[in-house]
């Protein structure tokens, strides 16, 4: 089974829209990052969580990490058409430094 | 800063032809890793350099070897391309310390079709 899952698969909201996805680990997480990557560009970073209930914020894009449920969610508020793409998570996670990746969102925003 | 350079952008190989992917980073990060990514698959990774001098296998490794040529330099070779191959490749880097990994700055990807 896959050790970072991430849901939606894909999201389909109307601009101004308010939108969350969700990376799911199956063992304990020491640090989740989240990426963002257009089609055919790489990934860019986008924010780095390593404490528990730690959250941060870019512009409209918020992440939080709950370490109990070794999850962390990105919220989008009021969506732009700049925000589509994919998004992914990576984390380090027990028993590996390397990152592990989930398969990723893609968002579409529609104007 | 250029970040993390990848060359070729693009690339298209015969069955059994041979090349080699070359990855570049100016942000004097001691990790780099080589990752391939595929639909329905997310980012998998081929093999990884935690240092200089020193490479390792990811979950991905057969079918490719690498070269650490230097602290800026990490090469990726497929001896005899196949269509299982066909993917894009991304290089990273990062700054690697003894309590875990920091975040990847990635390249923008190469391109790669094996017929």
């Known amino acids: 089974s896959q050790e970072l899952e991430q849901s939606p698969q894909s999201l389909i909201v109307q601009e101004g829209k308010n939108l969350t996805i969700n990376c799911t680990s199956s063992?304990?997480?020491?640090?989740l990052y989240w990426y963002k990557q257009k089609y055919g560009e790489g990934l860019i970073f986008l924010m780095m969580?390593?404490?528990?209930?730690e959250e941060k914020s870019h512009e409209k894009i918020t992440a939080k990490l709950d370490e109990k449920k070794q999850q962390s969610s990105l919220h989008i508020t009021a969506s732009q058409p700049s925000h589509a793409g994919i998004y992914l998570c990576?984390?380090?996670?027990?028993?590996?430094?390397?990152?592990?990746f989930g398969k990723g969102t893609k968002l579409s925003v529609i104007p | 800063n250029a970040g993390v350079t990848q060359t070729p952008k693009f690339q298209v190989l015969k069955t059994g032809q041979s090349m080699t992917l070359q990855c570049a980073q100016d942000?004097?990060?001691?990790?780099m890793y080589w990752y391939r990514q595929d639909p329905g698959m997310g980012l998998r990774l081929i093999y990884y350099?935690?240092?200089?001098?020193?490479?390792d296998k990811g979950e991905v490794p057969n079918g490719y070897n690498v070269s650490r040529l230097n602290k800026r330099e990490f090469s990726l070779r497929l001896e005899s391309a196949a269509p299982s191959q066909t993917s894009v490749y991304f290089c990273?880097?990062?700054?690697?310390?003894?309590?875990?990994?920091?975040?990847?700055?990635f390249g923008p990807g190469t391109r790669l079709t094996v017929l």
């Open positions: 969580l390593q404490k528990g209930g």
């Open positions: 942000m004097n990060h001691n990790s």
């Open positions: 063992k304990t997480l020491y640090g």
């Open positions: 990273a880097s990062s700054f690697y310390w003894s309590g875990g990994a920091k975040e990847q700055f």
């Open positions: 990576g984390a380090e996670m027990a028993g590996s430094y390397q990152l592990t």
């Open positions: 350099s935690a240092s200089e001098g020193t490479t």
